[in-house]
């Protein structure tokens, strides 16, 4: 059967499932989303251009974008920002994680919680997406898209008078979460899909740089590989997708939530409800760290570095954006204009990775898969194939 259209994910894509006797045996899934061409779009433009402008490529994964972008400037030339910067940027990363899985939560919840409790739920969550909004409009300039981002570190900061605002604030954001949590995580209110993904385990190895920011060196970044869709798939229907897929060490791997906490935190469920739970994990670690830092940062302090001089390098940002390990590759010319741009996004590596899990479960089962995994379509759209 074919799903031309498949509802609730960031962006347009067609799930196609080979199902027998109401048993899924196989699954493609294809982004047919127009490309947008960031990649190309920075070229020759100063980098301060090209962090505002990436960050343009999805209005989910705004932040995490702009951070592994700047992560990529200052690894070419040689900068480092100071601790209240990095800090700062840490936060802002947060944040985009918490609203993002907020938006995915509302996104499965008419799979995994039964009709009568999810207008509650759906409250909830616009609740609580608004409060960890404010958060990133204060400090970050904006809601999306955050300006103050920037090269070194940080271009504006909030006052001193609205900065400890939000820390008075932090109690009743940690609140709203616990309320959510409890009817997310109520089996009372759950489905019958619900119980299905509990019931089976699957695993696959797993991708994760870090708990809550990005590591370069704790991955190989030059042992991801990518190829477009159809010549991964190689089926005549594959020639619709314009999206790429991604490898790590040749081998087909998951990252995202489960993936950080597999990795660095000791997590056991290896059932595909797991996804659900690694997430829940993942969103309330990162409010817990929004609190440390909060505490940590000292606005007397700087938060940029001063006389940043662009030149020639290459450069590699590596972040955990919501839905896992983002990376962006950069080469910067000699009036450290960018020559080159390459950025693998965490669909690409989830593309085979949801493929797999869909396999063995119900039609309504595979389709919710595709959900957990939280797909961000126009991040991953990067191939024109020209007739």
């Known amino acids: 059967m074919t799903l031309n259209r498949v509802h ?27 490309v947008r061409g960031f990649e190309r779009m920075v070229v020759g433009k100063n980098p301060l251009f090209a962090v505002e402008a990436v960050m343009r ?32 940027r840490e936060a802002l990363g947060l944040i985009n994680r918490a609203q993002s899985h907020a938006l995915q939560f509302l996104m499965i919840a008419g799979d995994l919680i039964q009709e009568g409790k999810r207008n509650e739920v759906f409250l909830k969550l616009m609740e609580f997406h608004s409060k960890v909004s404010d958060y990133l409009l204060k400090l970050g300039g904006a809601a999306t898209h955050p300006p103050n981002l920037t090269v070194g570190g940080m271009l504006r900061v ?28 109520d089996e009372d209110v ?9 019931g089976v385990k699957r695993e696959m190895p797993y991708l994760a740089s870090s708990l809550f920011y990005g590591d370069r060196y704790n991955i190989r970044t030059e042992e991801v ?34 993936a950080r906490m597999k990795t660095y935190r000791g997590f056991r469920d290896s059932s595909l409800y797991g996804i659900h739970l690694a997430r829940v994990q993942d969103t309330e670690l990162s409010i817990l760290r929004l609190g440390e830092i909060l505490d940590g940062i000292d606005m ?28 962006h590759y950069l080469e910067l010319g000699e009036e450290g204009r960018v020559l080159n741009s390459r950025i693998v996004v965490p669909t690409m590596f989830n593309i085979p990775a949801m493929e797999e899990m869909a396999k063995g479960l119900s ?11 939280d797909p961000c379509i126009p991040c991953a759209t990067h191939v024109v194939k020209l007739g």
């Not at 759950?190 to 509990?198: A, Y």
């Not at 390098?313 to 955990?320: A, I, N, S």
């Not at 089962?365 to 957990?372: D, F, G, H, M």
Request: with cysteine; glycine share 10%.
């Open 363 to 373: 039609v309504k089962a595979a389709e919710t898969v595709i959900r957990l995994y």
């Open 300 to 327: 007397n302090e700087s938060f940029r570095v001063k006389n940043i001089a662009f030149g020639p390098g290459r450069g590699v940002g590596v972040y955990e954006a919501p839905r896992g390990t983002l990376v």
């Open 57 to 88: 490529i999805c209005g989910l994964c705004h932040a995490s974008h702009g951070i592994a972008a700047v992560e990529a400037v200052e690894h070419a030339i040689g900068v480092f920002p100071p601790r209240n910067g990095l800090l700062m």
């Open 225 to 258: 590989e990518t190829m477009p869709y159809y010549e991964f798939r190689r089926e005549k229907s594959a020639v619709e997708s314009t999206t790429l897929v991604a490898f790590y060490k040749g081998k087909k791997v998951e990252t995202g939530p489960r």
């Open 158 to 185: 909030p006052k001193q008078s609205v900065f400890n605002n939000l820390k008075g604030e932090f109690p009743n954001l940690v609140k709203s979460w616990e309320g959510l949590k409890e009817i997310l995580l």
């Open 8 to 34: 609730r994910i960031a962006g347009e894509a067609k799930l196609i499932l080979y199902e027998e006797d109401g048993t899924v045996r196989d699954a493609m899934f294809m982004a047919t989303a127009p």
């Open 190 to 198: 759950q489905t019958g899909v619900t119980e299905e993904l509990r």
